[in-house]
């Protein structure tokens, strides 16, 4: 049943960035009153800030990751997070 589940996973054609952030917005607008984006947020640095090397490097490796240039764009929102000066 597991295997069946991640199997399907990998046969699900990858939503495009528009599609995801068009659901993204839908669901913040929905659940805006429900979640406090400060903690989120954090919850979120938190966590790539502690698996930032093995999060670029597969953004890097991953095909769809290199199209949509993902891990040139964590790059630049961490510099920004960090107050470090970077090519914009």
């Not at 991640?6 to 839908?26: C, F, G, H, K, W």
């Not at 607008?29 to 966590?47: F, I, T």
């Not at 890097?60 to 949509?68: I, T, V, W």
Request: hydrophobic share 40%; glycine share 2%.
């Amino acid at each position: 049943m597991v295997e069946k589940y991640y199997a399907d996973i990998r046969q699900t054609v990858p939503a495009s960035y528009q599609e995801m952030n068009s659901a993204l917005t839908e669901l913040s607008g929905k659940y805006s009153s429900d979640l406090n984006c400060l903690v989120a947020l954090q919850e979120l640095y938190n966590y790539i800030n502690k698996y930032y090397d093995q999060i670029i490097s597969a953004l890097d490796e991953d095909p769809l990751g290199q199209k949509m240039q993902l891990a040139y764009r964590l790059q630049q929102i961490a510099a920004l997070v960090e107050n470090k000066v970077t090519d914009l």
